[in-house]
């Protein structure tokens, strides 16, 4: 569900809403009545809540949310738009229950609303966003952020870190597991051979070395060595013409070295506003995390605080992470069947 004072409560109502969502998979929250109640009232929607001890006991019947209850949220007992140590312990409390759920197979998948990276720590939970929290709680020591649009998906060397430490992490074998986990991602969304795309760090990739080394010393051995193990990549490729080449259909995924590299082009292709109203009239972007044992998605926008609680809300994200999720699960069901 996210955390209670921003819109994840608000885009999963809105998101459940589609009739469609129900042919493909039985939807579960886990989150607080007190929290989804509200949501239902204040968006004016006409679904019903119905609580259930265990995701596996959720019939999946559009037109009623099924709801796994933390039970920590009395009725009026947070703030919108308010950053508060309760609701980022709720949060929390919401991801450690499905991540629980899933590696006991109760759910295929698990898809997260947004969670305020603030709340989360004021509650005593230090992590830098859901990416980490995953990887902790299922024993992952090799993953990586995956976003997606309809025309790019770019996965991350790093992320949630300064820049001045993300140039510092870039070492060949962090890129090259990068490149590893970009070609796991691509066949979870359905591309036997993906064409991978490996951004470099500095301007125009250094000019061989007038600019930076981190291409010579990181980038450049990575790429070389994934070629090795028969992986279709090429780089270091200047980054401010690869993510063009990747949406002209050239490349299926670029591996970004730092957050905003690989952000800033996935919004621009995904997102967009109407100046007038100042309300995003798309939001077509998907985050999901590569190399757990579960299958992760989410959305790929913040907790919108200004937005929480007033019905401005757009929940394509949210929709798209689900359709997203019931894809890549299938896919891995497919393949451990193959292996069985």
Known sequence: MGDPAGVGPEITVKALADASLYVCCRPVVFGDMAAIADAVAF???????????????AP?????????????????????GKVDAACGEAAYQYIERAIHAAMR??????????????????????????????ADLTGSKHYAMVLSTDTL?????????????????????????????????????????????????????????????????????????????GICAEGPLPPDSVFVRAVA??????????HDQGHIPLKLTGFRLDPKTGAYTAMG???STVGLPIIRTSVDHGTAFDRAGKNLANPQSMTDAIRLAVQMAHVRAERNAECR
């Not at 898809?111 to 230090?126: D, M, Q, Y």
Request: aromatic share 6%; glycine share 10%; with cysteine.
């Open 43 to 57: 968006t004016g929607s006409h679904l019903r809540i119905r609580p259930v001890a265990s995701a596996r006991e």
């Open 60 to 80: 999946g019947e559009h037109g009623t949310i099924d709801l796994v209850d933390a039970g920590l949220l009395a009725p009026g007992g947070w703030q919108y």
């Open 105 to 134: 197979k109760e759910i295929a998948g698990v898809v997260t609303g947004p969670i305020n990276k603030e709340a989360l720590n004021r509650s005593g939970h230090h992590y830098s966003g859901h990416t980490e929290i995953f």
């Open 153 to 229: 998906r770019v996965i991350h060397v790093t992320t949630h870190v300064s820049l001045r430490d993300a140039c510092d992490r870039l070492t060949r074998d962090r890129v090259l597991e990068v490149i590893r986990l970009a070609q796991e991602a691509c066949r979870l969304f359905g591309i036997a051979s993906p064409r991978i795309a490996v951004a470099g760090l500095n301007p125009h990739c250094s000019e061989n070395g007038l600019f930076g080394h981190e291409e010579a010393e990181s980038i450049e051995p990575a790429v070389q060595a994934a070629k090795a193990e």
């Open 249 to 258: 259909g050239e490349f299926d995924i670029v591996v970004a070295m730092y």
């Open 285 to 287: 972007g998907i985050n």
